[in-house]
Structures are given as C-alpha cells and as structure tokens.
C-alpha cells in the first residue's frame, strides 16, 4: 500500500515546492524594499525548504522507476521491467517530465549552496538574489504541474508492461551528460540572480561582481563538461563518428557557453577596474535568457533531433511565455536603473581592457551567428514560408573566421596591461612566441603526413599563440623571483592558464581531426579485410549475444599494422525486443594520438555486413581540452578572494539608495 501512495506524495512535495517558491520570490524581495528584517530573513529557510521538498518529490519518481510502478504513466512510457537498474535510474531524467524536474531540482540546489555559502553578503542583497532564483522556479514548477506532470497515473488498469527506454539513451554517457549539462543551464540563473538584485539595489559595483564570478565560474565549467560528454556520446553512440554536427540542440548548448565565456571574462575586468558595469549585467541577463531558449527549443516540439525531448506545442508556449516574462522583465529592470551607473574609469585601446571587450563582442557575434542559423529555418516554416536547412557549411563559413580572431585576442590579451600599454612593449612580449608557432606550425604537417596544409598550419598556430604567450610570462617570473614568483600568483591566474591550455588543446584536436581523418564505408564478412589509414581491419568472426533487453550480432575485428596485432574490436548490432528497435554498438580502441573505431551497419543480402571503419587522429584532443577548461574553471573558483566577503564590499553591497 505505501509503494501504491508513492507518486502521490511525490506531486504533493511538487506542489509544496511550489508554494515555498512563491513565498521565497515574494516575501524576501518585499521585506528588502520595504527595509524590514523579518521578512527578509524568509529568504533561506525558503531556500532549504523548496530544495527538500523537490528532493523528496525527485526520490519519489525515482523509487517508481526502481520499483516497475507502471501505473505511473511516465514509468511506462520509460522503462521495463528487463531495463537495468542504472538505466532505470537515468531514465528518470530520459524524457521530458523528468528532465525538467530534474532542471527544477538543480535550480533549488544552486538556491540552497547561496544561501548556504553567501552568509557573509548583507541580508538585503542576499534576500533579494534568492528572491530573483525563487521567481524562475516558481516559473518551471508551475509548467511541470500544469502540463509535465511526472506522476500522472494510468488508472484503474495499470500496464502490465513498459515500452522501455529509447535504446539510443541506454548508454552511461546518459547518465552523466544531462545532468552536467543542466548543472552548467541552471547555475547562470545564479549570475543573473546577482546581476537583477544588484540593478534592483541600484548599486553595480565591483563587490557583486567579486560574488557573481565564482558561481559564473563554476557554472561554466559544468556546460562546458556537458557539452563535452554530449559531443563525445554523439561520436561513440550514434555510429557515425562525428563529434559536432551543428544540430539545432547542440547549438542551443553552444549560444549560452559562448555567452557566459564572455560573462566570465567580463566579470574580471568589473572586479578588476570597475570598467563594463553595465556590460556586464546585460551579458549575465542574455547568458541566463539564451540557457531558457536551449530549454524551449529541446521541450518544444519545434525540433526534430536525437536530442530532442518534447512535441507538445503547450508546453513550447508556456516555456516561450515564460523566456518572454523573464527577458522582458529583466531588460525592463536594466532599462530603468543602468542608466544611473557610471563608469568613469578609461582605458587605451592597446589594454587588456580593450582586448576583452573585443572578445566579448566577438563572441557576441559568433552566438548571433549560431542564433541566426538555428532559428531563421524555425521562423520560416512557422511562418509557412518554406523548409530550408541550415548545415555545417553556413556554421563553419562564418565561424571558423570569428574563431580566428577570436584566437588571435586571446593570445594579446593575458600578457597586456590594464588601462594602457605601449605597441612596442606588447609586441615585445609576444614576438617571440609568434616566431615559435609559425616554425612549428610549418614543420608540422610536414613531419606529420609528408604534406604542407595551410589549414593544419592556421590551427596549430593559433593554437601556440593562445599558450605561449601565457608561459612566457610565467617563465620570466620564474627566473626573476624563483619558485616564490610563481607561488605568488593567484589560483585565479592559474585557472585562467589552465582555461586557456585547454582551449588550445580543443584547438589541435579539430585542427587534426579534420583533416587527417580516415573513413570508408565497407562490405565485411568472415576472413575479409580492408585497409583504412594505414590499418588493415579483419573480420575474424561473427556470435550471437544476448544482453539483458536486447539480442545483439557481434562482430571481431582484428586490427593490424605492418602485420603487427594492434588490437581486437567488438563492434554489434543490438536488436531491443521491447521496442522492436535496432541499434549500433560501435567498437573503439581509443588512444592519446589516434582512434580506431568500427561501426557495424546492416546485414547485407549475401551475408556481408555494412561497417562503417575509421581512423580518428588526435580525437581525444578535443575531450581532454574541454576537462582542462573545466579544471581552470574550477580551480579559479578556489582563489581565496572569493572564500569571503571582505566588510568594505559587505558595506557597499548593502548601500541601497
């Protein structure tokens, strides 16, 4: 009986959340304007309450998954009783009404983590930060009970049966990916929360900004892993070997990070000279506003996409009402008080302030680029004015040219002076790292494959630019002050390195990729072999294989090179009884330098089998840098600055008008 009441309990804890949403966006917010203490102190108890209650709500769907409760509509359209437990677990998160009460829950625990860490902001600005993340919960809470409700019951005859998860997100990457990826959505809620309570204060300083930045940080480095495990399951997962297709929802992963890159480095130069006040409150409203948009294109049916959850055009209204509440809202607020801020401090164009503000707008482009790509064929079919598609060749056209210059700033930008340098002491700093990358640039490709490739060389140079630069200023200190010169920087400055290592890492990986890669498409069958990138692939064998859902044909593949074993691949094709679904397991070698990868296909009508073999050269570049990214991310949140809010920035941050 108490296993039948479980989904019950779990709608009732949503529909308390809701409640204390209400209280914790309403209350606090009045108490700081109307200067009154109690109902300020709302704020916190608010924010512990909705995160435990929407806990409780979350472990109730999840024990329904667990336990095979197929009454529970959600459950039946998700799972079976052959799924295993861990696939059961991600499940909850697999389609649309658990994932955006997995978003809900997120949201809370970032409310929470502020209103545990944050103890040391002024009431006021903490009442009104918790008071802006209670209002956007209060949004997504009502869109889950209203149309996305997880615990809709199928009565008074329950399935005997569910119809299983899609076979494409039986995988680990599934269990991993979406809630990275979230984590990196919901945490810019944070930074916006900051930015609106600061606006509403009417006091934009350095101190919020000293706040926002590791909350930013951190957040930034959870999109950036989720779109790396998104990029890295695309390629193991779905058979084709690619690792970034301009798929309208990996775009909409892309507009916010790109966005919040330039937040992040925006919020520096804030804190650092108290320049881009107004900059960058807006960056923090459109990087928040662009993560609401990745939610409306995946959960509105507007999409077509493996990544895609949702169809139900109601649901893609309400979100779009709810983005246009809260952008409208939003602008309405910095409309009203931006103006008042001043930022009398100035800089030359020859500064690093000038360089992040070229970044910035450069990035800018490139997600409006991005934006216009994946939005333009949306508007045209609604508008019934025909279907075009929009591919690589218009993304790469355009981005891979803003992506240069972008390249090209960030190897002036962390070896520059604030507020003014003279040419000849940047280029001082600079020439000797440019001379390095363009020898090995050149070199390269030569050593490399025999032949010189101009786009090789670009990559690779670039590349070099953005590190050099940045380890010659370390090598310098090194040499001037010894190991205390370096023990002196900041773990800030060290994340910042560690970011932008990362970024040249990523650089080389789709430098090489892309050009060196090696794919056909083959007719294999028992004792017959074919030649890829200098690899020789061998079918040696064919079983059957039974999994716990699913009959798989697995195939062995020998791989040799100069008659020398390499290694045994295993790719198969699974066959997912429940839902009478075919799917590929490819098989990989992964390695530092290179991929091997076979994908098996159909079985053709002599017997052979279609396969998809590939040589993937430096593949893993691009995963490994993206965890270097994340790491500076993170690391930079560890810098003792941020441990604390100093008296001084608790006094002006408390100083309203």
């Known amino acids: ?83 295993p437990w861990y696939y059961k677990f991600s499940a909850v998160w697999g389609s649309h009404e658990g994932s955006v009460l997995l978003w809900s829950l997120l949201l809370s625990a970032w409310s929470f983590a502020v209103s545990i860490f944050s103890r040391h902001l002024p009431r006021d600005m903490l009442a009104r930060v918790l008071s802006v993340m209670g209002m956007v919960s209060s949004g997504f809470l009502l869109f889950i009970i209203l149309t996305s409700n997880p615990f809709a019951r199928i009565l008074p005859i329950a ?7 899609n076979p494409l997100l039986q995988d680990p990457g599934l269990i991993v990916h979406p809630p990275m990826l979230y984590m990196g959505y919901v945490g810019f809620s944070v930074a916006f929360a900051f930015a609106m309570a600061a606006l509403i204060g009417g006091r934009l300083d350095a101190a919020w900004t000293r706040w926002a930045r590791p909350w930013t940080n951190i957040a930034w480095a959870f999109l950036s892993l989720g779109i790396a495990l998104g990029s890295w399951w695309a390629y193991y997962e779905l058979g084709w070997g690619g690792w970034w297709f301009w798929d309208p929802v990996e775009n909409a992963s892309l507009m916010p990070w790109l966005m919040g890159t330039a937040l992040i480095h925006s919020l520096a130069a804030t804190e650092k000279r108290g320049t881009f006040k107004s900059w960058t409150a807006l960056l923090a409203i459109f990087t928040f506003s662009l993560s609401l948009l990745g939610t409306f294109l995946v959960r509105s049916g507007v999409l077509t996409s493996v990544h895609a959850f949702a169809n139900d055009p109601s649901r893609g209204t309400f979100i779009l009402a709810l983005l246009g509440i809260t952008v409208g809202a939003s602008l309405l607020v910095f409309a009203l008080r931006a103006p008042k801020v001043k930022s009398p401090i100035g800089f030359g164009w020859l500064s690093r302030d000038a360089l992040l503000l070229f970044n910035n707008i450069l990035l800018l482009v490139m997600m409006v680029t991005v934006l216009l790509g994946t939005l333009y064929p949306l508007l045209l079919d609604a508008l019934d004015l025909g279907k075009i598609s929009v591919g690589p060749p218009y993304f790469n056209a355009l981005f891979v040219p803003l ?255």
Not at 159 to 165: I, M, S, Y
């Open 1 to 83: 009986m108490l296993i039948k009441t479980v989904p019950e309990l779990g709608f009732f804890a949503l529909i308390l959340a809701l409640c204390v949403a209400l209280v914790q966006a309403i209350v606090p917010l009045m108490g700081s304007l109307t200067r009154r203490p109690l109902w300020m102190s709302f704020a916190q108890p608010m924010a512990w309450s909705q995160f435990l209650c929407l806990a409780i709500s979350f472990a109730c769907l999840t024990f329904s998954f667990l336990k095979d409760d197929f009454s529970v509509a959600y459950v039946a359209n998700n799972s079976n009783s052959l799924l």
């Open 159 to 165: 399935p005997q049966e569910g119809a299983d998860l």
């Open 403 to 657: 992506a240069t210059l972008l390249a090209i700033f960030m190897g002036l930008g962390p070896v520059a002076r604030w507020k003014q340098m003279g040419a000849g002491e940047l280029v001082r700093r600079v020439w000797f790292g440019a001379l390095v990358g363009c020898v090995i640039a050149v070199a390269a490709p030569l050593l490399y494959d025999g032949q010189w490739s101009f786009g090789v060389s670009l990559g690779l140079l670039l590349a070099i630019w953005i590190v050099l630069p940045m380890l010659r200023d370390m090598l310098i200190k090194l040499r001037q002050e010894g190991p205390r010169g370096l023990r002196k920087l900041s773990r800030s400055y060290y994340g910042m390195v560690l970011g932008h290592v990362g970024l040249a890492v990523t650089l080389v990986g789709i430098t090489m990729v892309s050009h060196y890669s090696s794919a056909e498409n083959v007719r294999l069958n028992e004792n017959q072999s074919v030649e890829v990138g200098g690899y020789t692939f061998t079918m040696t064998g064919l079983s059957e294989q039974r999994g716990p859902n699913y009959l798989a044909d697995r195939a062995t593949v020998r791989v040799s090179r100069d008659n020398t074993l390499i290694t045994l691949l295993h790719p198969e094709k699974r066959f997912f009884m429940a839902r009478g679904q075919a799917m590929t397991e490819t098989a990989l070698d992964p390695g530092l330098l290179r991929d091997l990868y076979v994908a098996m296909g159909e079985k053709l009508d002599n017997g052979d089998w279609a396969m998809r073999v590939q040589v993937k050269p430096f593949v893993r570049w691009l995963w490994l840098g993206a965890l270097l990214m994340a790491a500076g991310g993170i690391l930079a949140v560890l810098d003792k600055r941020y441990r604390r809010l100093g008296s001084t920035d608790a006094k002006r941050l408390g100083a309203s008008s």
